[in-house]
């Protein structure tokens, strides 16, 4: 069965550096999205993306955040400075444009530790 | 606004009974729900969904209840295992077009005792 991944599975960071993480849907979707869970918290919205470009974000998406499909099979997320609150783990989502399902499909996490 | 919240955050169950886990929601606009799965360490699974037009969908071994008028939603789980340990999450999606994003309850960590 087609399968959301994601790299790496943990990175550690120090507060001010820049990390990608990334992510490679299920190769015929075309609705992209990430997603970040604080330990112990719910499923937090960033952002999705669709057709080449941003077709939402949340508050949490601010400045210092950026997605980027460079070549048809990857969907990145840049966080450029990062500061300590952005510790968590980070979920990539696809979902299929066909059918009446709104299902999303979550890759297994990256978790991101900010020291 | 909307707001998706569960009303227990934990929930034991011994192993051959049934569960039911309940979540609430307030956004009368939200027209389809999903039921998500999350085991420790895991990205969330995908149970069940259903639409605004329904009150009730059945998968295998669960099944979903939704109560527009208290803007209640329900997941049953028959006859748990111990692969049923984990945490549910409920969550809402506001249809647009393509761009729904999920907003998810808080969650409620589901044990199957032997």
């Known amino acids: ?3 959301v991944t ?5 990175q550690v960071t ?7 993480l990334r992510c490679v849907p299920i190769s015929n979707h075309l609705y992209f999205y990430w997603y970040r869970q604080i330990l112990g918290q719910k499923v937090e919205f960033l952002v999705s993306f669709y057709n080449n470009e941003i077709s939402e974000k949340s508050e949490i998406f601010d400045d210092q955040f950026s997605v980027e499909r460079p070549d048809g099979s990857n969907f990145t ?5 990062t500061k300590l609150e952005d510790s968590a783990m980070y979920f990539c989502a696809s979902r299929d444009r066909q059918g009446d399902s709104y299902e999303q499909y979550f890759g297994p996490g990256t978790r991101l530790t900010v020291t | 606004g ?4 569960l009303h227990l955050p934990t929930l034991s169950v011994q ?3 049934n569960s039911i886990i309940n979540c609430a929601y307030s956004n009368s606009a939200s027209d389809y729900f999903i039921w998500y799965k999350q085991e420790s360490g895991k990205g969330p699974q995908f149970i069940i969904d259903i639409r605004s037009n329904m009150d ?3 998968g295998q071994r669960v099944t979903v209840l939704l109560n527009k008028t208290v803007k209640h939603l329900s997941l049953q789980i028959a006859a748990t295992q111990p692969g049923d340990s984990a945490v549910y999450f409920c969550a809402e999606i506001i249809s647009n077009f393509g761009n729904e994003k999920l907003t998810f309850g808080t969650g409620t960590r589901l044990t199957i005792i032997p």
Not at chain 1, 14 to 20: A, H, L, N, S, Y
Not at chain 1, 77 to 81: A, D, E, P, Q, T
């Open chain 1, 1 to 3: 069965e087609p399968e």
């Open chain 1, 6 to 10: 994601q790299t790496p599975s943990h």
């Open chain 1, 14 to 20: 120090q507060m001010g550096q820049e990390v990608i």
């Open chain 1, 77 to 81: 997320l840049k966080i450029r400075s």
């Open chain 2, 2 to 5: 909307e707001s998706v919240g």
């Open chain 2, 15 to 17: 192993e051959g009974d």
């Open chain 2, 56 to 58: 009730k969908r059945q």
